[in-house]
């Protein structure tokens, strides 16, 4: 597993690793097994509330969240079903995942964002 830092590893670096997406520096890119997902349906104040969530196995999503095992996704951002479709069949095949995240403010708590999701082998 490892996690690399924007801040430390430098936002062009970064940019680069990340296909073009855009970088900040606290962004946290990392590769982990997934070890669960969590759906939450409309009585969960969705969309909007960190609606799908990747739980990594033995890693934090990213530096300074209340829980740093999970990193989400909301069903109004773009390419939210394919971020879903990815992450599931990664973790239905067994398969690490190597994900972005960006610090992100919900209600009075800091979570992951995921910016994207990718397979890894």
């Not at 239905?92 to 995921?114: E, F, H, N």
């Amino acid at each position: 597993m490892k996690t690399i830092r924007c801040a430390f590893a430098g936002v062009v670096a970064c940019s680069l690793i990340t296909l073009g997406s855009t970088a900040r520096a606290d962004d946290t890119i990392v590769t982990a097994s997934v070890q669960a997902l969590q759906s939450l349906g409309g009585l969960a104040n969705v969309p909007g509330n960190a609606d799908f969530r990747v739980y990594l196995q033995g890693v934090s999503a990213c530096p300074g969240a209340n829980d740093p095992t999970w990193a989400y996704i909301n069903a109004n951002d773009p390419n939210y079903k394919v971020v879903v479709s990815t992450a599931s069949t990664a973790y239905a095949m067994g398969k690490p995942v190597t994900i972005m995240s960006r610090l992100t403010t919900i209600g009075d708590g800091k979570y992951c964002q995921i910016v994207w999701l990718m397979t890894a082998s």
